[in-house]
Nanobody, 125 residues
Framework: VQLQASGGGLAQPGDSLRLSCAAS????????MSWFRQAPGKAREFVSA????????IYADSVKGRFTMSRDNAKNAVYLQMNTLQSEDTAVYFC???????????????????WGQGTQVTVSS
């Protein structure tokens, strides 16, 4: 499984960015997908996840109401629409995939089998 995240960049507070994660994998729809982020000097933090077969996304409280995760199984891709960006959102954003992960483990980065390389998001005025 190969994951390629893209779409990061420099944004001002209040701006929007859309991240993409392209997956090179067979049967993409059977994978649970997620987004994590890691700020300098901090641990990797759960952002959002969608179970396989297009379930309803779950979000960290810190991004709920501002970020929207979606997936396009026909394109083997997931997206993270980030609105009303704040300086606290500055981090490297990673997508992850797993076929067997259970709901209670989704917030644990060690539980995910496959990771993309990350894309930098910097929010600054």
């Amino acid at each position: 499984v190969q994951l390629q995240a893209s779409g990061g960049g420099l944004a001002q507070p209040g701006d929007s960015l859309r991240l993409s994660c392209a997956a090179s994998v067979v049967s993409f729809s059977t994978y649970t997908m997620s987004w994590f982020r890691q700020a300098p000097g901090k641990a990797r933090e759960f952002v959002s996840a969608m179970k396989r077969y297009n379930s309803v996304p779950i979000y960290a409280d810190s991004v709920k109401g501002r970020f929207t995760m979606s997936r396009d199984n026909a394109k083997n891709a997931v997206y993270l629409q980030m609105n009303t960006l704040q300086s606290e959102d500055t981090a490297v954003y990673f997508c992850a995939a797993d076929r067997q992960i259970i709901s209670s483990s989704m917030g644990n980065p060690d539980a995910w089998d496959y990771w993309g390389q990350g894309t930098q998001v910097t929010v600054s005025s």
